[in-house]
């Protein structure tokens, strides 16, 4: 089980960071806390998985590598439901990064527009 402190902690630290739109270190954040549990397969553990996915996603659309972010995307959507499985203590704070998640990605997606042909996938900012 994660501590309460250090959740909230790396929660807060991640929020900062995305809110800069660091997303690299939004990652290490979360990753500090994720690695020496990486091998348990605990719903908080693959939920954080999930959001460092995010973050990830972010930092590759941010470099233009918008195909590669929405591949890295899908990894985050596949972990989004175990919110509602989590403790209520530690849920409040997961909820909390959700949401600057979710609204990073709606920007990212009001910004951009998908072309696709013969299995081209192009990003075009308007």
């Known amino acids: 089980m994660i501590k309460i402190e250090s959740l909230k902690e790396a929660i ?12 690299y270190n939004a990652h290490e954040a979360l990753e500090a806390l994720w690695f020496p549990l990486r091998n348990n397969p605990d719903n908080e553990v693959n939920l954080l998985r999930g ?12 470099k233009g590598r918008v195909s590669s ?15 509602d499985m989590i403790s209520l203590e530690h849920k409040v704070h ?20 998908t072309i696709t042909s013969d299995n081209l996938d192009l990003k075009c900012n308007r």
Do not use: D, G, P
Request: charged letters at 30%.
């Open 12 to 23: 807060e630290s991640f929020i900062e960071c995305l809110e800069q739109e660091r997303f």
């Open 94 to 113: 997961y909820k909390n990064a959700e949401i600057y998640i979710l609204k990073i990605r709606k920007n990212f997606e009001k910004n951009s527009t």
């Open 69 to 83: 972010s929405q591949k890295v995307w899908k990894n985050f959507e596949k972990y989004q439901h175990l919110v």
């Open 51 to 62: 959001y460092i996915n995010a973050s990830v996603s972010f930092e590759l659309h941010k």
